[in-house]
């Protein structure tokens, strides 16, 4: 057996290990954001559609940017339901009670909302990110990230693919939008990756998470 596969299966078993966890914690911001979705507010769309996103990610593709219209506590949440939703026994809409009505709601508030649209977005405080030496480490683990995702994304294989458009997501504003279900396709060490890119690109930019 190779040292390749043993690395593989070494972690899969890690992450199967950690799952329940990643479930728990998964599902309680799962619940925290479905009020928050279902609110007409910017950070509503933005969490609706990101749900929507994990519900149909073909008819619902994401715009990885939109995240830093999110306070913290609502981006890590939708990235706890992300990783929750990488390898999933159930839909993430099967997480909570009545989740079929719930996201038909969403759908009928957010389907067919422009771009343009314009919410009324509630004042709030603004909500201070990590202190600087935890986002020194979230730079760095970002940056060793984001340069194996670059080498990945020069490949011809299904999972090339999946990291060059999360990365043009990031990298181009608008231009390109994700469908969210094809990360469950990567292996865990890129999809752990592109978590700790997303983090890192949130952190760094100065406008990320103000009202």
Known sequence: MSDSLINALTQIWAYQHQRPVIIRAGTQA?????PVALSRTATGKTVGRFLLGLYDGAAFRFDLKQLHQLGVREFED???VLEMDYMP???????????EHVW?????????QPAEFACHQPARPHRKGPCTPHLGAIEARGIEAFDRLLHIAGGCTGQSRIVAVFLMSL???GRYRLNLTDLRGLDIT?????????????FTDTEAGKP
Do not use: P, T
């Not at 799962?30 to 479905?34: F, G, M």
């Not at 026994?89 to 989740?99: A, F, K, S, T």
């Not at 038909?104 to 067919?112: G, P, T, V």
């Open 89 to 99: 026994e159930v839909e993430v809409h099967q997480r909570i009670d009545e989740g």
């Open 78 to 80: 939708c990235l706890q």
């Open 171 to 173: 990298i181009h504003n």
């Open 104 to 112: 038909h709601e969403l759908m009928d508030m957010w389907r067919n």
């Open 30 to 34: 799962l619940h925290r954001l479905i």
């Open 190 to 202: 890129l999809f752990e990756d592109c978590l700790s890119v997303l983090r890192m690109d949130y």
